[in-house]
Nanobody, 124 residues
Framework: QVQLVESGGGLVQPGGSLTLSCAASVSSGVIIGIDTMRWYRQAPGKQREMVAAITSGGVTDYAASVKGRFDISRDNPKKMVYLQMNNLKTEDTAVYYC???????????????WGQGTQVTVSS
């Protein structure tokens, strides 16, 4: 079973920056590789939406609402994905989740793994 743990959320003023991190681990075996890594967010009363994605080859994709302000990156040896968020707006307030499409482990592949979420609040 793959576990994802997000960190780095918090309260920030409009125009500020935050960096989210997501670390992967397994309860048994080792992680051999990870396919596409994604960040989602869910604001109160709204559906969960994809914010950014990065493939194993480093190709990135962003939601229109964050393009030019957010930057997704990954560290394959550390099994981590990051989301650098700049020029934050009040509408960026949400719980942010990381998701891995497929994680290849020594005990076989694990699909659709999610973290527990980290709260980001943008407010003055």
């Amino acid at each position: 079973q793959v576990q994802l743990v997000e960190s780095g959320g918090g309260l920030v003023q409009p125009g500020g920056s935050l960096t989210l991190s997501c670390a992967a681990s397994v309860s048994s075996g080792v992680i051999i590789g990870i396919d596409t890594m994604r960040w989602y967010r869910q604001a109160p009363g709204k559906q969960r939406e994809m914010v950014a994605a990065i493939t194993s080859g480093g190709v990135t994709d962003y939601a229109a609402s964050v393009k030019g302000r957010f930057d997704i990156s990954r560290d394959n040896p550390k099994k981590m994905v990051y989301l650098q968020m700049n020029n934050l707006k009040t509408e960026d307030t949400a719980v942010y989740y990381c998701r891995f499409d497929r994680t290849v482990t020594s005990r076989g592949p694990q699909y659709d793994s999610w973290g527990q979420g980290t709260q980001v609040t943008v407010s003055s």
